[in-house]
């Protein structure tokens, strides 16, 4: 069995699909995609749905689906609905309003109960994912990480950090990997990785490749950490579209990075 995760699709289905055609997860594969399957792309809907049925209770939640969810519970907030259409809303609220009541009110349902983080392990290697990062806390690193433990974690940090935050998080250590290289590494998607370039303090690579694509980074790599990048960037900007945006894949068992860029329409 292969773990994989992604992030960040947002609305772009034809570049997801193209992209899971390629990779092909087998039915027993574990695939967790990071939040954001929403807003701006042409078609929120069919990625929205396609997330659910390949990865069932292994998506969690973004703050594009946090908008989403907050325009709806409360549609008499102007500024509530402004601000989760200013930020691409307005192509995902079109998608749900052709729905049925019902269909509109399964898919709401399902995204109001996604998770906010979870713990994998693969490749002899302990993961936490959350959508945009965790702020550093003086959390005591375990010798053992467990679902438990990370759900501790989660719940003392803020939702709008774990939703939202930039700097804070690319910009540090997470201070859970020690000196030998043992903790969890954060992958995190959220922010584009080339802000994170411009934010992080020790990355392996530029966000771009030769071609111009957003490719993912890995961050803080240094003597406190025995080496190990303790933080993964995964949003290859898929949300700027075609040109240098890209949706990115990782095997967690072999570190194996699959891109695919979105193209002109999608």
């Not at 749905?49 to 939640?61: A, I, N």
């Not at 907050?70 to 200013?86: G, I, K, S, T």
């Not at 709401?108 to 983080?117: F, T, Y």
Request: aromatic residues 10%; contains cysteine; hydrophobic residues 40%.
């Amino acid at each position: 069995m292969a773990t994989y995760v992604f992030s960040d699709v947002h609305g772009h289905y034809k570049t997801l699909e193209r992209l899971l055609e390629r990779v092909s997860p087998a039915d027993e594969d574990e695939v967790w995609v990071l939040g954001d399957m929403v807003d701006r792309g042409p078609d929120p809907i069919s990625v929205m749905r396609t997330c659910r049925e390949l990865c069932g209770d292994h998506v969690l939640m973004g703050n594009h689906e946090d908008m989403m969810l907050d325009a709806y519970r409360h549609p008499n907030d102007e500024l509530m609905v402004f601000q989760w259409e200013l930020n691409g809303g307005y192509t995902t609220r079109a998608g749900l309003e052709e729905l049925s009541a019902q269909e509109r009110l399964d898919l709401l349902e399902w995204a109001a109960q996604l998770k906010l983080g979870s713990y994998v392990r693969a490749g002899e290697q302990d993961y936490i994912l959350v959508h945009a990062g965790l702020r550093p806390l003086n959390f005591s690193s375990k010798s053992r990480w467990t679902d438990a433990t990370v759900a501790a974690l989660i719940r003392y940090q803020s939702t709008e950090d774990v939703l939202w935050i930039r700097e804070d998080f690319w910009g540090r250590p997470t201070g859970f990997v020690n000196e030998r290289g043992e903790g969890p590494i954060v992958i995190a998607g959220h922010t584009p990785v080339p802000y994170v370039e411009e934010i992080a303090d020790v990355y392996d690579r530029t966000a771009r490749d030769e071609d111009g694509y957003c490719r993912v980074m890995h961050l803080g790599a240094c003597e406190a950490t025995g080496g190990v990048a303790d933080r993964w960037a995964i949003d290859c900007g898929a949300a700027g579209g075609a040109g240098w945006g890209s949706i990115a894949m990782v095997r967690l068992d072999d570190g194996t990075e699959f891109l695919e860029p979105v193209l002109d329409g999608e």
